[in-house]
Structures are given as structure tokens and as C-alpha cells.
């Protein structure tokens, strides 16, 4: 037996459902039932591809100076969709697990932030965990499908002359950092490579 729900948490995750499926109804394509069970039920379509990307307050982003809750959102979805496309598949669904520090202002911003890229991609939200933490900590497993297993790139599949593509100059999201811990001004394509990469 589980033990109940704070009544934020509740509140928290009715929000979250709201954002998930604004426009959109109720979960569809693989997703049979979404956010609001204890466990997503999801068709299964060849292939499932799975990755766990992890960011924490401090460490990966410096929430207020300058990201908003909204950019660390999209972020989070962005660098774990990033693997999947780095694997040649398709995005599929997105778990969160966020642990939110007392006193964060309508934590749902983070959802609020995935939202756009969620639908840009074909991304469903389709559930996670909320729970209380120290800092600002978000999980994202995102699931990609492939029809068939050798559709999928593996970093063994390199070969010569094989074209290698990169989304923008790298190391943006570092040198940001690198900047920010210093007391210095991130030039505007640093920022937006730390805080809205695609």
C-alpha cells in the first residue's frame, strides 16, 4: 500500500496533466493511459530505444541566473532527445521525475517549457514522479522507436567517410557555465546553447 499524496504533489501533477494535454486531449498513438495512473500503459511498436538524462540546480544549470523554469524544462527534454536522435530513431514517450525544493514557484514552468518541444517532435509526456528534494532535480527516460534493429545507430556504426552532424558550435552550454561561475556574461549563442538547445 502506498502512502497518500501531499496535496501540493497532487495539485503538482494535475498541473502538469493539464499542461501535457492542453490541445491535445487525452493520450494517444502508444500511449493507452498517461499521467494520473501509477504506471504508464504504452503499445509497444518494434524496437524500444531508452535513454535517462539527469540535470541538478548547481551543477547543470543555475536556475534564475539566468534560466527560468521554463528554459530548464525544455532543456532537460532537449538533452535527452538528443540521444535518441544521435541514434537515428524516432522520439516516442517522456517520463519525468522532478524533485522540487520548498518554496519553488509553480514548479509546473518545467513542463510548461517541454511542452512546445514535446509536439515539435512527436514527444508524449506520458508520466514520471514528483517528489520534495534539496535542489531543483529533473530525470528525463525518454523511449524511441525503431521498426527494425539495425535502423538504429550505435556509435560502433561509424565508418570512413561517413558525414557527422553536429546542431550548432560545441561547447556553448559549457563555456555559459564556465562564464556564469565566473561572474561573467555568456555571450547570447552560449546562452542559447545552455538554455534552449534543439
Known amino acids: 500500500m502506498t502512502a497518500p499524496r501531499p496535496a501540493g504533489e497532487l495539485a503538482l501533477i494535475e498541473a502538469i496533466a493539464r499542461i501535457v494535454h492542453a490541445g491535445e486531449g487525452a493520450p494517444g498513438g502508444r500511449v493507452v493511459r498517461g499521467i494520473g495512473d501509477d504506471a504508464a500503459v504504452v503499445r509497444a ?5 531508452v535513454s535517462v538524462d539527469a540535470m541538478v540546480d548547481g551543477v547543470h544549470f543555475r536556475l534564475g541566473a539566468p534560466a527560468t523554469l521554463e528554459d530548464v524544462g525544455h532543456r532537460a527534454l532537449a538533452a535527452a532527445l538528443s540521444d535518441l536522435a544521435a541514434m537515428g530513431v524516432a522520439a516516442g514517450e517522456a517520463y519525468l521525475a522532478l524533485g522540487v525544493p520548498p518554496g519553488l514557484d509553480r514548479p509546473e514552468r518545467l513542463v510548461e517549457g517541454m511542452a512546445p518541444l514535446a509536439r515539435r517532435t512527436g514527444t508524449t509526456i506520458a508520466g514520471g514522479d514528483v517528489t520534495a528534494a534539496p535542489a531543483l532535480t529533473i530525470a528525463v527516460t525518454v523511449v524511441g522507436w ?12 561509424a565508418a570512413a567517410g561517413d558525414v557527422v552532424v553536429v546542431t550548432g558550435p560545441l561547447g556553448g552550454a559549457a563555456a555559459a557555465l564556465d562564464a556564469l561561475d565566473a561572474g561573467a556574461e555568456p555571450t547570447p549563442g552560449q546562452l542559447r546553447a545552455l538554455l534552449r538547445p534543439e
Open 146 to 157: 525503431a521498426q527494425r534493429a539495425d535502423e538504429v545507430v550505435g556509435r560502433d556504426g
Open 45 to 49: 511498436g518494434g524496437y524500444a530505444v
